[in-house]
């Protein structure tokens, strides 16, 4: 398969042409049809972004290796399921869930997990034919008349969005000033 990979940092990608995964186990290989450019990809290609006090914190002082293919909003047909993929069925499509830890939290935060494999950061993501997903639980079924362009950024911007609303504990009848709507 053929992916735009972030070879060095500050350098343009490299389409390189590796191997497509065999899904194993709970794995699914998916075929990717969108994946979203989020601005969380440029501190990747940069290697690094600002910390608050100005100073530039790095991305492999947090566990990226490079090279790495990026993307992180990715939505796409089922390929190949493991043979403990359950749930799911060639061709069907599906949004790709990419904050994923170890896969053992017990709080359902897999997000804030100590050892990350998000998607399109620390393990392969979307910029790129196919992408393994360690488990179909980290996929949600689109409906077939959904199309995966609008769908992939909810992974990511949605998500963004949906926290910021709910951390905010909001009641009903608040007033709220939204700064910097931007993409989100
Ligand atoms: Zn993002």
Redesign the pocket.
Known sequence: MKAARIVKVNEPLEVEQLETSRPKGSQVLVKVQSSGV?H?DIHLWEGGYQGLEGQFLKTTDRGVRYPVTPG??IAGVIDTLGEQAEGFSKNEKVLVFPWIGEGLCRIGEENLCDKPRSLGIYNDGGYAEYVLVPSYKYLIKLGDDIDTDTSAPRS?SALTAYGAVKNSSLGPNDNVVIVGAGGL
Do not use: D, K, T, Y
Request: hydrophobic share 0%; with cysteine.
């Open positions: 989020c969380s992180h909003e990511c």
